[in-house]
Structure formats: structure tokens, C-alpha cells
């Protein structure tokens, strides 16, 4: 039975290395680490023999894009050429094909980013990456040599740029893998080893009298349409603000009411899944009559071709008299996390929907999906939970679960 995507979301890692087919010899790879990798088997034209070729990672590349690929080393062996020779000729290394060129390429399609963004993560490779590994052919660049390369930082105590550095090469890898520059990211080998930063607590109101009067006030928000919805869905879906400024009408399932984010945007480059309650819903059906037509559910105000600034909802947060150090808008995933805590739910829910690291990193691979029935009505409790304290501290009893 050829695969879906539905099915592959399903799949977990086992203790051994196993496969699952698609067609055409296309099958998925899923190892112990989490890892899960695109491969193709065929016989090799002279010698007959079989052979693996490797065609990328999933989510970088997804289903069709894997189907694409395998058709076209097929219609390589078709007139006799082995793609994996093939393969190697293409593969000698050229400037497009080290780092820092790929690196620069990557950051030129950074469309959705502001300049103070794009500014900082071009300093902190010139700074960091280039001098060590800018020159060196992307396939050549070994898990052992990306440690060496981000201990640098965390050796002078700059644990965050360490772990910033580890991201950011990361997603050059993730970039190079379907470009034909790399087959595999070597940082997916360094989860647990680094050190981690220490917790940075954010302005959040959290008393349930108060979550009430932020709710009628964000009601109250006399500013732009779009940055009221950004406010309200800020409450409803509690995601990082980058995640929600960065928002795209085309991760909306409508039939299934969830919002998919693409690994590339999470911060720990795991795909998240969002189910969005009534509420939700109803103002996305709002905004899609304004900025539908859009890749972004929030267009810039300064231009349609890039999506809201960082600063968007702290702003407004201010100008309806909460400061940063009252409430801002990362502040909604802790306003999230206790009020739902002390209702009683699932704390394993809890900390899914927020997409927190997994202590485990096998476990974290596939966990996006995990609970994602219990989350959903839990979802739709918080919503209604918003509704009672917005109306005056009228708490409609919300059912939960451990």
C-alpha cells in the first residue's frame, strides 16, 4: 500500500533500523534516533546488483517531492546510467556546493524575516561558521566537526549563541539536502549534548480575575483589524510569537480545524500540530475576507510580501496599558500553562501543546502528534475557559483529565 501523509505522521522509531514502502522501490527509513530518511532501491545497470540510494530527509522533503525524485533516478536507469554514479559526478565539489555560498543562499530567501533578524544570524555565521567550515563542501562536514564547531561559543560561556549557532546551521543542512548540496543534517547527531540556556520567564498575567480584563480589553483594541485577530488568537492558540506572526493560510486544515507548522518555524525544529477550537475558527473566517487572498494571515502593514513585525502584538499589548513587564506576548504560553495546570489537566497535554522539548530525543521526533485527541478537547476547554473570565469571571466548569 503506497504511502500518505497522514500514515507517515504515524510512524515511530523502533530500537532498530526498519523501512516502510511506498512504490517504485521509494521507501522511508525510520531509525532509533528519530531520524527518518528518503531512500530508493533499485539494481544497479552493469552489475545487477542492489543498491540503496539515499534521497533526502523527512519533512525537508515530503512525500511528493520523494515520489519526484525517485522518478527521475528512474528515468536515469532507464537509458542505463547509475544515479548513484551520477550522483558522485554532480557531486564534486564546486563553491556552490560549500558552505558559506549555500549559506548565503539560504539567507537571501529569508523573505519573512525582519532586517535586525537577517542582520544578527549573517554576524553570527561570519563570526562563528565561516572562518571553520565556510569553505568546506557541505557533504564533506561530519557531525564530529559541527560539535567542534559550536563548543567554540559555549567554551566562553555563551551557551545561547551556541545553541543559536546549532540552529541556524541546521537549517542550511535542511536547506542543502533537497538542493542536491548534502544528503543529511549532521546536527540532528548533537540533541543533549550542549548545554542549555537557562529559562527566560516572560511577563504573563496569571490570575484569572486579571486574564478576564486583559480578554475585555483586547476586545476593546481600537487598532487594526489584523492586529486585533493577531491579539485574540495569541490567547486561543498560545504559540510563540514568532510561530504566529509567521502564520500562513496554507498550514490551515479547515476539515480537520488544526493548524500544521512546518518544522523549519518551530524553535525546536520539530513539526507542531495546533487544533483550533470554535473560537479560533471564527476569526480566521474573519480574516481570511481581509487577508485570505495572502500567503500570510499577518501581512506587514509596510508590505503584503512579508508577514507582521516581532514587535506587532507587545505593542499592542502597550498601548492597551500593559507594559513588558505586565504582559507580553510570550507571555500567553505561561497565562496558558498555569490556568490549565490548575484546572487539572493532563500535564503531559499541557507541555505537548507547547511544544516544549523532549527529554527524550526519540521520543520528541514523533511526539508532535501524540495526545492529539485529548488536546483538541482541551483546546476547546481553554477557549471556552477565555469566554467565562472575559465575561466577568462567569467560569464555565471545564472537564479534565490526567
Known amino acids: 500500500m503506497p504511502l500518505t501523509d497522514a500514515r507517515i505522521r504515524t510512524l515511530k522509531p523502533r530500537p532498530t533500523v526498519y523501512r516502510v514502502a511506498d512504490r517504485d522501490g521509494l521507501c522511508l527509513e525510520l531509525r532509533p534516533t528519530g531520524a527518518r530518511l528518503w531512500r530508493m532501491r533499485y539494481r544497479r545497470p552493469v552489475t545487477g546488483k ?10 525537508a522533503m515530503g512525500l511528493q517531492e520523494a515520489r519526484r525524485a525517485c522518478t527521475e533516478a528512474r528515468a536515469l536507469l532507464a537509458v542505463g546510467i547509475d544515479p548513484a554514479e551520477a550522483r558522485k559526478t554532480a557531486a564534486a565539489p564546486g563553491d556552490n556546493d560549500r558552505f558559506q555560498p549555500v549559506a548565503v543562499e539560504w539567507l537571501g530567501k529569508r523573505d519573512d524575516w525582519s532586517a535586525a533578524t537577517l542582520a544578527k544570524a549573517e554576524a553570527l555565521l561570519a563570526t562563528w561558521a565561516y572562518p571553520w567550515i565556510g569553505k568546506r563542501p557541505m ?4 557531525p564530529t566537526d559541527m560539535l567542534h564547531l559550536i563548543q567554540r561559543p559555549e567554551a566562553q560561556g555563551k551557551v545561547e549563541t551556541a545553541q543559536r ?3 541556524r546551521c541546521g537549517q542550511i543542512f535542511r536547506y542543502g ?53 493577531a491579539l485574540k488568537l495569541s490567547a486561543l492558540t498560545f504559540v510563540r510569537p514568532g510561530e504566529l506572526r509567521r502564520w500562513e493560510w496554507s498550514e490551515i486544515d479547515v476539515d480537520a480545524a488544526q493548524w500544521h507548522i512546518p518544522a523549519a518555524k518551530m524553535k525546536m525544529g520539530d513539526p507542531h500540530i495546533v487544533p483550533l477550537a470554535n473560537q479560533a475558527l471564527a476569526i480566521i473566517d474573519e480574516l481570511r475576507a481581509v487577508t485570505g487572498r495572502r500567503r500570510w494571515l499577518f501581512p506587514s502593514a509596510r508590505g503584503c510580501d512579508r508577514p507582521m513585525s516581532e514587535n506587532t502584538v507587545n505593542l499592542a499589548l502597550k498601548a492597551m496599558g500593559y507594559d513588558g ?31 516544549h522539548a523532549e527529554p527524550n530525543a526519540i521520543r520528541g521526533a514523533y511526539n508532535y502528534a501524540q495526545w492529539l485527541p485529548d488536546r483538541r478537547k482541551m483546546m476547546q476547554a481553554w477557549a471556552d475557559l477565555l469566554d467565562g473570565l472575559r465575561d466577568g469571571g462567569r467560569v464555565i466548569p471545564i472537564r479534565s483529565a490526567r
Open 177 to 229: 539536502i533537497p538542493t542536491g548540496r548534502c544528503e543529511r543534517d549532521p546536527t540532528t547527531d548533537l540533541r543533549g549534548v550542549l548545554k542549555t540556556v537557562k529559562t527566560q520567564h516572560h511577563a504573563a498575567i496569571k490570575d484569572r480575575k486579571r486574564v478576564g480584563e486583559l480578554m475585555r480589553s483586547i476586545d476593546g483594541y481600537g487598532g487594526s483589524f489584523v492586529t486585533l485577530c
Open 165 to 167: 549557532l546549532k540552529q
Open 50 to 59: 542492489a543498491n540503496m540510494l539515499g534521497l533526502g530527509t523527512y519533512p
Open 325 to 355: 513587564k505586565t504582559m507580553v506576548a510570550h507571555g500567553f504560553r505561561s497565562t496558558a500553562s498555569t490556568l490549565l495546570n490548575e484546572a487539572g489537566w493532563n500535564p503531559d497535554w499541557i507541555e505537548r501543546q507547547l511544544a
Open 139 to 142: 557533504r564533506e562536514i561530519t
